[in-house]
């Protein structure tokens, strides 16, 4: 009687990760079953720790763009928006208008790849590999886009403090533009797939709710927060580069459920859409970087033909800038929340402390109670709703 009993209240113990097809990069959970119940559930991050803010204490502000990539790898461009306009914030500078409307388009071109990833990514975990391929398409579209402004596909560093490394190519508005029917086409495909799908929603209908509240409590914000009900986006609340003059809807959910949350997604790439339709025709002419000699290089005919923009140009290759003394807060809208970057400088070249905010790490504290209560399969498509990214949580 007694062995029986100590069966019964025995539970099964077992580990995902970190090393796991279903663990978007590396984290570890250790799960307790009740059957095929979760009882208990400990989400164990920390495994693609790098150092990132440490890092950036021992490297010039300008050096620092490259780091800024590999924190939310799927979405870099944002991350070096976020990083450049908080030393801008701190310099003073004024960014000019052509640089801002250019923030905002690549910006929201990584927006919709990031989407697409996470998405993409759900579905194939589900079983629906042929479904997967068709996000795969439409992220090549932007993709392509991007490698033809920055040079890379996944970590472009193109940003500078005060503008931007260079140009767009010729032809780069009319690609886009032809890019976003296409677009289009290829998510009403996907939404028939999916959102009446009785398999699809079997599995995440009322599956990984978390409530208003909770969400707020834990500091989420995101496509996961958004998907509870609360409209907050910090390019409405706050608006920055140019976002004010363009307009677009926040899409929420009411359950904050998986179900809400892919909508949540599939509605904010057709605002990104809204975005680029009405950024891409006003693009104005100008500079794309601040003319001071103190923060941007000179011109290469001055490098080669002046004596000042040769000492102009040695003097920040080798010495970079040096934001005045102080610290500042700024933050974006990343593909899973605020993305924010707090700096303290002390007037040299290096900063003093940099401070990532990571939309994803509130969110990873509180899937353990999110977890709970589920069956065991319901941990993959919970999971892959956050779109955990593990440089972005872990740093």
Not at 39 to 47: H, I, Q, S, T
Not at 50 to 74: A, M, S
Request: aromatic fraction near 10%.
């Amino acid at each position: 009687m007694e062995m029986e009993q100590e069966l019964e209240n025995d539970l099964l113990e077992i580990t995902l990760g970190p090393s796991h097809p279903a663990m978007h990069g590396t984290i570890q959970m250790k799960v307790k079953l009740d059957g095929e119940r979760v009882a208990f559930c400990d989400v164990e991050p920390g495994y693609l720790h790098r150092g990132f803010e440490k890092e950036c204490e021992d490297h010039r502000w300008n050096q620092i763009f490259p780091y800024t990539d590999r924190l939310n790898y799927v979405s870099p461009i944002i991350n070096n928006v976020a990083f450049a306009m908080a030393a801008e914030k701190l310099c003073g500078l004024e960014v000019p208008e052509r640089c801002q409307y250019l923030r905002v388009i690549l910006s929201e071109m990584c927006r919709i790849t990031d989407h697409l990833t996470c998405l993409a990514a759900v579905v194939m975990e589900l079983g629906a590999f042929t479904a997967f391929l068709y996000f795969v398409k439409a992220r090549e579209l932007y993709y392509d886009l991007l490698e033809s402004v920055t040079g890379a596909r996944l970590t472009y560093s193109w940003l500078r403090i005060g503008g931007a490394r260079w140009d767009i190519p010729d032809g780069f508005v009319e690609q886009a533009k032809k890019a976003i029917p296409e677009t289009r086409r290829i998510l009403k495909e996907i939404d028939g797939l999916f959102t009446k799908n009785r398999i699809f929603l079997d599995r995440v209908v009322n599956v990984g709710v978390i409530s208003q509240s909770d969400a707020i409590s834990y500091g989420i914000t995101g496509p996961f927060l958004r998907s509870t009900g609360v409209a907050y986006d910090v390019r409405k609340a706050h608006p920055y580069a140019v976002y004010d003059r363009f307009e677009f809807d926040i899409p929420v959910g009411e359950n904050g459920d998986c179900f809400d949350r892919y909508r949540v997604r599939m509605a904010e790439m057709e605002q990104s859409l809204r975005i680029l339709e009405q950024a891409l025709p006003k693009i104005p002419g100008g500079p794309i970087s601040v003319k001071d000699p103190k923060y941007t290089l000179p011109d290469k005919q001055a490098v080669y033909t002046t004596i000042e923009g040769t000492i102009n140009h040695f003097k920040l290759i080798f010495d970079d800038i040096h934001p005045p003394k102080g610290e500042v807060y700024a933050a974006v809208e990343g593909g899973n929340g605020e993305l924010g970057f707090y700096l303290v400088s002390d007037g040299g070249n290096k900063p003093v402390k940099c401070r990532c905010r990571p939309p994803c790490f509130p969110i990873m504290a509180a899937l353990g109670g999110i977890i709970t209560g589920h069956m065991l399969a319901d941990i993959i498509p919970i999971f892959g709703s956050v779109n955990m990214i593990g440089g972005e949580m872990d740093r």
